[in-house]
């Protein structure tokens, strides 16, 4: 290691801008791989098979509902340059996640110069926390999350061009190409131009002198949106328009969701969830209060806040579960002003020792719970894989088959919530035959500690969580979520399976 710092050092000599940034991004690259390494070689999950099995064989590019082709070109040419092979989708994404935390450090490195308590070393750490920021996960590490990813990827670049010193009047042009190009990935930054004006806005400073990039940003989104309708026949799709049917305290609630869980891990106990957050709340306020009239604090700070607001406003009326990590990827973009303005806080503590132990404790708090969310995603993909392994060896058996409680999740890390006749076809594996009678959800596995052991006597079968199996007369099911109730005559599979949370019992 010594003698690479050493080469480096002559290679840059004269040019310590440079070795700086080559040392930052590759102290990030070489720590991301510890930590997101594992996840580099698991399988495609749920609606990735959805997803691929529409690109390959359909050849669309346009899902009903959704309009983010530059996701979806993505995974396309992907595909034509190494098949299948899911070691480069993970590994594109992970790439992706290690650029926008290199950006989020040059970002960052503007703020010293503007702040006299920001040192030196807090740009790295502000990159190294959003690293290893924990609840965004679902964004790198699921291959169709990387719409998120893109998009924030898009928007952070912008910020960066914006920001920058020195930029000219090429910060017109440029943020804009990057709102456009983003916006074709994911609607996640939909508000990127309110929350640059934001950044951008001085007191002193004549709000005329704002007009163009004004205009030059509504150009920009009335050309997205006239091609997103003659490509799509559609503005918002029937996805975008459920976002509009929540009344105004449904919105309140969901967007405090997503507040909460920006900051803290998912758990079954809400009142536990709601006392942490208050708490945390409290904790913040206080901070910014005594902050507010410091003379080392400039107009920044208060930029960043509002600019956290704003980004919370989309994922806030998309809603986000308080239960486990899904919908983690809607807080990709809020993110960055997560710890942009965290980062900012922390630097006015005067005392080095104490603003030490905080980051070091924010270290800790994020990389443990990044560990597990990892770790749920890497579990994921195993019972992915089981799960095509044994329906593959179900299939050679005679008659109609009915499998039972399919996971749609493992800690909202995505099994087959969608997909899975896609995954069988993309497995080689006839899907004729073979129909999902139940799916299980986190939250009803959770509910029995262990196995799902069925249970019977002389007339019928009853498989946890709800279903009943009636001999030589009907299944009767009980559908998640829905609670709807469905019927099928138990003559007509010659072959009844369940998932128990550990392997595919055979009932019949």
Same mark, same amino acid.
Request: hydrophobic share 45%.
């Given at each position: ?13 004269g ?5 700086k940034?080559?040392?930052a ?29 529409r ?37 594109f ?23 006299r ?28 999350g ?47 131009? =309110?929350?640059?004006?934001? /950044? #951008? %806005?001085?007191?002193?400073?004549? &709000? ?5 990039? +004004?205009?030059? *940003? ?19 799709g ?12 449904e ?19 809400s ?53 486990t =990590?899904?919908?983690?990827? /809607? #807080? %990709?973009?809020p993110?960055?002003? &997560? ?5 900012? +806080?922390?630097? *006015? ?62 800690n ?36 029995v ?30 559908q ?5 109730k ?23």
């Amino acid at each position: 290691m010594g003698e690479m710092f050493l080469f480096l050092k002559n290679r840059y000599k004269g040019n310590e801008g440079v070795l700086k940034n080559v040392l930052a991004f590759s102290s990030l690259l070489f720590i991301g791989l510890i930590f997101y390494g594992n996840t580099l070689t698991k399988p495609f999950l749920c609606d990735d098979y959805a997803v691929m099995y529409r690109l390959i064989t359909q050849k669309d590019l346009f899902a009903i509902g959704f309009f983010r082709p530059l996701s979806d070109l993505s995974l396309y040419i992907t595909y034509k340059l190494v098949g299948l092979n899911t070691l480069v989708y993970n590994t594109f994404n992970f790439l992706v996640h290690v650029s926008c935390s290199f950006v989020l450090y040059r970002i960052t490195l503007t703020f010293v110069s503007e702040c006299r308590s920001m040192t030196s070393y807090l740009p790295f750490v502000a990159a190294l926390l959003f690293l290893l920021y924990p609840f965004h996960v679902e964004a790198v590490v699921w291959v169709v999350g990387r719409g998120a990813l893109i998009s924030g990827f898009c928007a952070i670049m912008a910020l960066y061009q914006v920001l920058k010193p020195n930029n000219g009047g090429k910060h017109y042009i440029i943020p804009c190409l990057f709102y456009f190009v983003g916006l074709f990935a994911y609607e996640s930054i939909l508000l990127l131009p =309110f929350i640059i004006l934001v /950044l #951008l %806005y001085r007191r002193k400073k004549n &709000l005329k002198a704002y007009l163009p990039l +004004i205009i030059a *940003f509504s150009i920009t989104l009335a050309i997205h949106f006239i091609l997103r309708y003659i490509l799509s026949g559609v503005i918002s799709g029937d996805y975008g328009q459920n976002l509009f049917n929540s009344s105004s305290k449904e919105y309140l609630v969901k967007l405090a969701k997503v507040v909460g869980r920006s900051i803290l891990p998912p758990s079954d106990n809400s009142l536990l969830l709601i006392i942490l957050f208050v708490s945390v709340l409290l904790i913040y306020c206080t901070t910014i209060f005594y902050l507010r009239n410091s003379k080392d604090c400039p107009s920044r700070l208060w930029q960043l806040i509002i600019a956290l607001g704003l980004s919370f406003i989309i994922p806030g009326m998309f809603g986000i579960s308080t239960h486990t =990590f899904e919908g983690g990827r /809607l #807080l %990709y973009f809020p993110a960055f002003f &997560l710890i942009l303005s965290y980062t900012y +806080i922390v630097s *006015f503590i005067k005392r080095k020792n104490i603003q030490l132990f905080i980051l070091v404790g924010t270290t800790i708090y994020f990389s443990f719970f990044l560990n597990k969310n990892t770790a749920s995603w890497v579990q994921a993909g195993n019972i992915t894989t089981y799960l095509l392994k044994e329906t593959e060896k179900i299939k050679m058996l005679d008659g109609e088959i009915g499998l039972l409680n399919i996971p749609q999740e493992y800690n909202g890390a995505l099994i087959f919530r969608n997909g899975f006749r896609e995954a069988l076809w993309m497995n080689g594996i006839d899907t004729s035959h073979i129909q999902i009678l139940r799916t299980l959800t986190t939250e009803e596995s959770r509910q029995v500690k262990g196995i799902l052991n069925h249970k019977y006597d002389s007339r019928r079968i009853f498989v946890p969580p709800n279903t009943t199996i009636e001999y030589d007369s009907t299944i009767t099911v009980i559908q998640p979520v829905t609670g709807e109730k469905v019927y099928y005559q138990t003559k007509q599979f010659e072959h009844l399976y369940y998932w128990n949370k550990d392997e595919l019992i055979h009932l019949k």
